[in-house]
């Protein structure tokens, strides 16, 4: 073929195929423009999951009635002049391409007024085709309204998703820039039905509910971190609040919302070893930078960034969340009855406590003591004051003993210490594990190999984890019909539990397919360190009481379970000082 200069009509559509994607493109487009027109109220109309219509309306500066045609025109900006602008932009929008992508892919019609013009004024395109600018009356503001999308491009329509999954991406957007922008009141319609409506007072907390219902809003841990003129704050899970997939992971960079692997696995890392394992926390949090140290200009539909220094915002964030969930949730949180703790604000030295004392006594005082009624919303130990992020490792503790053939209590440097014996031991077996992968797990041959005789359906599950068991250190091979043989087991486990968690692999499996999708050999040593951790009710001995002691400081991350839950509560000297009116209270 001859080469040649592509058509308009047909260049345009191809630069739309970058900006316009889904109906939630349109979508983020619009909305974005009206906040760049300083808008503070938005209002998102959408039918039929935006085949038919999406229409935002804004209250915003409005545009020029001379100036509509620009509007659409491609490569025109009200948002840019220089070059040199692109790498201080302080705006959403800057390509000056969105109206114009939007225009050649549906029927699109423009209304607005300046506040300060008398009359508005109209202009439809259709198609990328411009009709004339047509005097309107209409309040200031503008409004796009964007209908029969893609109708001139099936193939495109082709390629939309259902309209519950289209309307869910819509809804997620939105819902997003409403926490972006919680002084800005949004409305969301699908169909005539609200799907949305914030009240613009600026309350982050109450979108949160919205986007992720009021029991999980309250649950979210508040964060706020600044570092060299980079501010980080919004909202984490804490570790009892988890999903099954990363999608739950909002990050914006300067109220612009990206998706940067990167950022996402900063995050993930900070929750590293916290979680269970395939476990994903949800976390809305928005970076502030000097607009120089990003650049926007990477991706058409501005969802990418770059930054400057990448490593260093890596770090950022890594170590704002990592504080932020030491501050809150290293151990349970469960109010604390108030008399005793009506703090003064903490001295320097309290501050630079490891955990805030009364926060970690909580778990016990919120347990056994009746609650005094009308004192809680001034009980309710809010960690307000900036703590210093503690080591997450354990001091040397001392034994004192066992409780109920359940805990262990010891002695630390700052008091005392009560044990969950079941969760301690998951942590110990669990790091093995870890430790292992990196070294090559180390194989015991069982002196009496096991057999193990499953059903016929089991069998054949079994028979395909064969290679994964083998991988994870576990000798296994089939043995006549539905039978196998257990001859090998990891060496970091105890031998005589070694059919009971070859059992478990299986449970395990019935329980949740997902786990064989990711993850597979984390998940799975997960699982097999829980059936093989010593169990509550065991009587120990005194050896292997500190055995477990000793085994637990050793840990990187002693103080949860591999499935997040707490594995002691900490009662410091100052809260027993406290709780015994010694000293701090009245
Ligand atoms: P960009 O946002 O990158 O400038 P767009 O194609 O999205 O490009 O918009 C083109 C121009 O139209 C903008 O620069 C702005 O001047 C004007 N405009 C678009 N939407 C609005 C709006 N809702 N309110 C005021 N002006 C708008
Ligand atoms: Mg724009």
């Known amino acids: 073929m001859k080469i040649q ?36 109220h938005i209002t998102v109309r959408v039918e039929q999951a935006g085949k038919r219509l999406i229409e935002v309306g804004d209250d915003g500066s409005g545009i020029a009635v001379d100036d509509l045609p620009l509007a ?33 892919v549906s029927r699109l019609t423009l209304t607005s007024r300046l506040a300060a013009a008398g009359r508005g004024g109209v202009l439809r395109v259709s198609g990328g085709v411009s009709g004339e600018v047509e005097p309107i009356g209409a309040p200031p503001g503008t409004v796009v309204q964007v209908e029969n999308l893609f109708y001139n491009v099936p193939a495109r329509r082709g390629f939309l998703k259902t309209d519950v999954t289209e309307r869910r991406q819509m809804d997620a957007l ?13 409305q969301l319609y699908h169909d005539g039905k609200s799907h949305l409506h914030t009240s613009g007072n600026g309350e982050r907390r109450e979108v949160l509910a919205g986007l992720y219902g009021v029991e999980v ?42 998706q940067d692997a990167a950022l996402v696995s900063a995050l993930l ?17 928005f970076l502030e930078l000097e607009a120089e140290q990003v650049d926007v200009n990477v991706h ?15 770090h950022f964030v890594q170590r704002a969340v990592r504080r932020g969930l030491m501050v809150y949730s290293s151990l349970p949180q469960v109010s604390f009855p108030s008399w005793h703790s009506k ?51 354990l001091p040397l503790l001392r034994l004192i003993g066992q409780v109920g053939a ?93 059919l009971m968690a070859t059992r478990s692999l299986i449970e395990a499996f019935e329980e949740d397919e997902l786990l064989f999708e990711t993850q597979q050999e984390t998940r799975l040593v997960a699982r097999i360190c829980k059936r093989a951790a010593i169990k509550g009710g065991q009587t120990l001995s005194v050896e292997e009481q500190s055995g477990l002691l000793r085994d637990l400081e050793a840990c990187e991350s002693p103080r949860t379970c591999p499935h997040g839950r707490p594995t002691m509560i900490h009662l410091s000297v100052d809260v027993l000082e406290r709780q015994f009116g010694r000293r701090g209270s009245r």
């Open 5 to 40: 200069i592509l058509p308009e009509s047909v260049a345009s559509q191809i630069a739309a195929g970058e900006v316009v994607e889904r109906p939630a493109s349109v979508v983020k487009e619009l909305v974005e423009n009206a906040l760049d027109a300083g808008a503070t």
């Open 72 to 104: 659409v025109a491609r490569h025109a900006t009200s948002k840019l002049r220089t070059s040199e602008d692109l790498f201080r932009i302080k705006s959403l929008g800057f390509r000056g391409e969105a109206l114009a992508s939007i225009a050649s």
């Open 174 to 186: 939105v819902t997003r820039y409403a926490l972006a922008y919680p002084r800005v009141r949004f």
């Open 217 to 258: 809003a309250k649950q979210m841990l508040e964060v706020s971190f600044e570092e060299d003129g980079r501010t980080i704050h919004g909202f984490i899970s804490p570790l009892t609040l988890t999903r099954s997939n990363r999608r739950e992971v909002t990050f914006f960079v300067n109220g612009r919302w990206v």
């Open 269 to 285: 890392r900070a929750y590293r070893n916290l979680l269970m394992v395939g476990r994903f926390p949800l976390a809305v949090l």
């Open 300 to 314: 058409p539909a501005k969802a990418e960034v770059r930054f400057r220094q990448p490593e260093q915002i890596f």
């Open 343 to 393: 703090t003064a604000p903490p001295t320097e030295v309290e501050r630079r406590r490891p955990i805030d004392p009364g926060w970690e006594m909580a778990a016990v005082a919120g347990s056994d003591q009746p609650r005094a009624a009308g004192v809680e919303s001034e009980t309710d130990l809010q960690p307000t004051q900036p703590l210093v992020m503690p080591s997450r490792a």
């Open 406 to 498: 359940t805990y262990l209590v010891a002695e630390g440097p700052d008091g005392l210490y009560l044990i969950d014996q079941h969760a301690a031991h998951e942590r110990v077996l669990f790091e093995r594990f870890l430790n292992q992968c990196a070294a090559g797990v180390a194989l015991q041959t069982l002196l009496q190999p096991e057999v193990l005789q499953l059903s016929a359906a089991d069998a054949l599950r079994f028979e395909e984890l064969l290679p994964l068991l083998n991988r994870i250190g576990f000798q296994v091979e089939p043995f006549g019909a539905g039978a196998f043989q257990v001859r090998a087991v990891p060496a970091w486990m105890d031998a005589s539990k070694a």
